[in-house]
């Protein structure tokens, strides 16, 4: 899930969706975004249609390997629970994956892996400056009761006095290249993913189909072996170890968990907690780390949804720590639901993520690291000097290089001259709230419509950011069981993991990364709605 979020494909002054939860289905499960997150497919966009054509090469990779890729995605777990589970429950269906990876140049690649520790670092240090944190987001609190509420947890959890002063961060910095001429290829970051960032098992999952079928079908003479080097300008004995990165996520985010876990303090046997929504079709993205988390760790990890907790839970008054009706202690509370309205449609809800705040488990997020996550927050910290506040000049230097335009609006910001320019051309922006999970985004014309019907002070829920221009090519798609080939677009996702105090940092890593691709130019409504997939990286020399 997550995981969180828009698939901002300013491209076409669009999205390509949501950071977490699962295809198009935000409020019931968590991603092929995001994420967080659901992977929205709003595409809205006025001025062409889908550019589906087919290239002859593609197009024999397609008939050819859709059977060998189906086979594939469902023995390795690439899989979805079937959206009718009458009379059997396994029913699972193909995750929507690309056949192909996507093609990218090396460089922005590698220097997006060098900014995770610095990502980690920035939404710690952030989130402990509780004072910058809530006045940044004052602006936003009287028009968005969700960021209000979580700031009121927040600060009830830290008047009360903060049980547990280790964070443990599963980040997802997401990213689209900026493609213009004239300008080397560079990433500019859509959002940071603070919660429930997921699609990792995915993405793994999807990189190594894809070196098996470049391995196994390059190598050959055949149609398909011809097509697949002229795609990816191979030659005849071309090692792909290089431009097909390794992608450690399902190591390296069981392995921050587990550490959590460590450095908890718990009783042995206590267990990690993963909060859920309850049915949920990305099973498999969520199952991969709970098994693998046993495997490789021995750590037991329980699902419980806010409900489920609500009754089932309970702070020991002596030592702070949650535990279990069993009287299991829990370590961890890892978070795939609650970044969302939807996840609390009611005070048990609430008060579950507050009791849970409030105990001596670690926390992942933490309630402030979930509030860094905020897009009024991401604008601010573009500000001059806002990043320096946190990180030494020579990472606040590094950071800066992905930051794409961004600006505040309403109250607190200076915003004529940006509205001026939005309504001279709106298709060079879009307009992003503060909400998790995609489909709250305004692109194009709408971003215009939207400003005249808000009042000064509603501005101040949300933030403008400069539309990111990304170059398609074309890639094979698939969907239960259908292959489509296209012009796509593709956002990339680079996972940091964190475990640390403020002054004990006991892991920031990359996490590993995720690529999500979707068709050019897909309005809303049309061509299944949802229709993005995962993907992974080729990294051209």
């Known amino acids: 899930g997550g995981g969180h979020k828009d698939f901002h494909t300013k491209q076409t002054s669009d999205t390509l969706g949501g950071g977490h ?32 054509s087919a290239p002859s090469n593609l197009t024999v990779v397609k008939d050819s390997l859709n059977r060998t890729m189906q086979d594939y995605a469902l023995i390795h777990g690439l899989v979805y629970a079937d959206k009718d589970l009458t009379g059997d429950p396994s029913r699972c269906t193909q995750c929507p994956v690309a056949m192909l990876p996507f093609k990218m140049p090396a460089e922005p690649f590698h220097h997006a892996v060098k900014l995770s520790p610095m990502w980690n670092k920035l939404v710690d240090k952030v989130s402990r400056d509780l004072p910058w944190l809530y006045s940044t987001l004052d602006a936003v609190l009287a028009v968005d009761p969700f960021t209000r509420k979580l700031v009121e947890v927040c600060k009830e959890v830290h008047e009360e006095g903060l049980k547990q002063q280790i964070y443990l961060g599963i980040h997802r910095s997401d990213y689209m290249l900026h493609e213009v001429a004239g300008e080397d290829p560079r990433f500019l970051q859509v959002e940071l993913n603070t919660i429930s960032s997921s699609m990792a098992a995915h993405a793994v999952n999807a990189a190594s189909l894809h070196s ?53 303090g718990c009783a042995p046997g206590a267990v990690v907690v993963m909060v859920v929504q309850g049915p949920e079709r990305n099973f498999a993205d969520q199952r991969f780390l709970d098994f693998n988390l046993w495997e490789n760790h021995k750590v037991p990890m329980v699902r419980k949804t806010f409900t489920e907790l609500a009754e089932e839970a309970s702070i020991d008054p002596a030592t702070g720590r949650l535990k279990l009706k069993s ?15 939807e996840d609390y449609p009611t005070d048990v809800e609430w008060n579950a993520r507050l009791m849970l705040e409030k105990s001596a488990a670690i926390k992942c997020p933490s309630v402030a690291y979930q509030l860094v996550g905020a897009k009024k927050v991401q604008q601010a910290l573009a500000r001059p000097g806002a990043v320096e506040r946190f990180l030494e000049p020579s990472e606040s230097e590094l950071l800066r290089t992905c930051f794409a335009g961004l600006w505040g609006l309403g109250p607190g910001e200076d ?44 501005r101040g829920a949300y933030i403008l950011m400069q539309r990111i221009l990304p170059k398609s090519q074309a890639a094979i798609l698939t969907r239960m069981g259908v292959p489509t080939v296209g012009e796509c677009v593709s956002e990339f996702g680079f996972f940091a993991c964190f475990v640390g105090d403020a002054t004990t940092t006991h892991l920031s890593e990359h996490g590993g990364h995720l690529v999500r691709s979707k068709l050019e130019g897909v309005d809303e409504g049309g061509v299944a709605a949802g229709y993005a997939v995962i993907s992974s990286p080729f990294l051209m020399k």
């Open 327 to 341: 009287g299991v202690e829990v370590s961890v509370v890892y978070y795939r639901a609650g970044y969302a309205p």
């Open 415 to 458: 915003d004529k001259e940006i509205m001026d320019k939005v309504m001279a051309d709106p298709t060079l922006y879009v307009m992003k709230p503060q909400r998790e999970g995609g489909g709250y985004n305004f692109y194009g014309q709408d971003v215009a419509t939207k400003l005249k019907e808000l009042s000064f002070e509603e």
């Open 212 to 264: 098996f079928l470049l391995g196994r079908y390059s190598s050959e003479s055949s149609d398909v072996s011809a097509a697949l080097k002229d795609h990816f300008q191979l030659g005849e004995s071309s090692d792909l170890s290089e431009q097909l990165p390794p992608n450690a996520a399902l190591l390296q985010i069981p392995a921050a968990i587990a550490k959590a876990h460590s450095v908890s």
């Open 21 to 52: 939860k699962d295809h198009h289905t935000k409020q019931t499960s968590d991603t092929l975004g995001g994420g967080h997150k659901d992977f929205h497919t709003r595409y809205i966009q006025d001025s062409f249609s889908l550019k589906m």
